[in-house]
Each structure stands twice: as structure tokens, then as C-alpha cells.
């Protein structure tokens, strides 16, 4: 980075990355610098959900995720590539979670859990069981 024409050498902390993110200035330096961090989206999840997701027909069925990625990502709950029929979707603050209610054989199978923004992408796949007649 050159400056009227010295070089700085900057280091931005993850804890200073939202401050120069919003563009604020440096009181030790007297410079402003505007920094955009970009990331692809990441998912991560509990690891009790490594293993197949097994309830009663009937039951509520709700999954829950972390996703991190700059810009924010668009989340989506995919069944075999549409949306997931009777359920709510809640995202904010890097956490999504899908809930149906009355869960009943059509909900069993793999679902899906898509994160998108304009640097990439990432998914992950859960099974879910569900026992019984509904």
C-alpha cells in the first residue's frame, strides 16, 4: 500500500476487519482505509447430525446450521431440489435453521442445505428418518 508516496505495511486483525469493513479511519495512523473482505460461504453443523436424523411421524423435525461468508450468503432447504414442503426457514445472524411441524414420510429422505453469494457456494446434506404412518 503507498500512501503519498511511502509504503505501509497494515495488518488487519479479524476484530479490526468489521471497523475498516464500514471504511472508519485510524487514529494512530491518520489515514482511512476501506477494505472489502469477500469469502465464499462455509456451513458447519453440530456433529449429531452426521448421522441420520430419525423421528416419529408427527414430531417436528428441526435442523440447524452456521454459515459464514462475505457478502452474506442466500440460504436455501432443498428435498430433491425444491424447496422443503410444509417448513419454516429462520436465517440471521450466520445461523439458519429449518423447522417442519407434523413431519411425515414425504419429509424423510436427504435434504439439503445450500449457502450462495457472488464468490461461491457450499452445501451440505443430512438424512432424515421418520417412523411411523402420517
Known amino acids: 500500500m503507498e500512501f503519498q508516496g511511502h509504503w505501509f505495511k497494515v495488518k488487519v486483525t479479524a476484530a479490526e476487519s468489521e471497523r475498516l469493513r464500514a471504511g472508519l479511519c485510524s487514529r494512530r495512523t491518520q489515514f482511512c482505509l476501506a477494505v472489502v473482505l469477500t469469502g465464499k460461504p462455509v ?10 436424523v430419525k423421528l416419529k411421524a408427527g414430531s417436528t423435525l428441526t435442523i440447524s446450521v452456521d454459515v459464514v461468508g462475505s457478502p452474506t450468503p442466500k440460504v436455501s432447504w432443498l428435498q430433491v431440489e425444491e424447496p422443503v414442503a410444509s417448513s419454516s426457514v429462520e436465517t440471521k445472524d450466520n445461523h439458519s435453521t429449518l423447522t417442519v411441524k407434523n413431519a411425515t414420510s414425504k419429509h424423510a429422505g436427504k435434504i439439503t ?21 402420517i
Do not use: Q, W
Open 113 to 133: 442445505v445450500k449457502a450462495e453469494n457472488k464468490v461461491g457456494a457450499d452445501s451440505a446434506e443430512f438424512t432424515v428418518e421418520i417412523k411411523g404412518l
Open 43 to 52: 456451513i458447519t453443523y453440530d456433529d449429531k447430525y452426521k448421522s441420520a
